[in-house]
């Protein structure tokens, strides 16, 4: 196999336009300051709200810690160009566990939607961005 052969299918990848990369990137910093701000800091500095929430849940405050840890990663790595893909695909699967938690532990299935929408919004990011997927994929690989 060619140096050329080896590096095609990374470079074969197809990268968003300027609109769409605009786009993309309007929508990762502003879901980055909620994940931030309205998500992961509340949960972190221990808001009466979040606290609440995790006592219904049922599984200690660690996992109010470990989930607003989640969350402040992945809303950094939004930030990142190198980690956006990843960073989304993190993101969408904790918004589906959002959705699922609201749903069956917390009893209130009217909240799950929004979590869906926006582990939808990820999945697009990350598509996207799969060539960052795709880097950080063959960085670990060595």
């Known amino acids: 196999m060619t140096a050329i052969a080896a590096t095609a299918p990374f470079s074969a990848v197809r ?9 993309l990137w309007t929508v990762q910093i502003v879901l980055a ?16 709200a979040a606290v609440e929430s995790f006592d219904t849940i049922g599984w200690g405050q660690w996992f109010r810690y470990f989930t607003g840890v989640v969350e402040l990663a992945g809303a950094i790595g939004l930030l990142v160009p190198r980690l956006t893909g990843p960073a989304a695909v993190g993101l969408a699967i904790t918004t589906v ?11 209130a299935p009217a ?8 582990a939808v919004v990820f999945v697009w990011i ?15 690989a060595r």
């Open 111 to 118: 909240l799950a939607p929004f979590p869906l929408v926006l």
């Open 15 to 23: 990268r968003p336009g300027k609109k769409t990369n605009i786009a």
């Open 126 to 140: 990350a598509w996207q961005r799969r060539d960052s997927i795709t880097a950080v994929r063959e960085l670990l």
């Open 33 to 48: 300051l909620f994940f931030i701000i309205a998500s992961g800091a509340p949960k972190l500095l221990g808001a009466d």
């Open 97 to 107: 566990c959002a959705a699922l938690t609201q749903i069956f532990l917390l009893g």
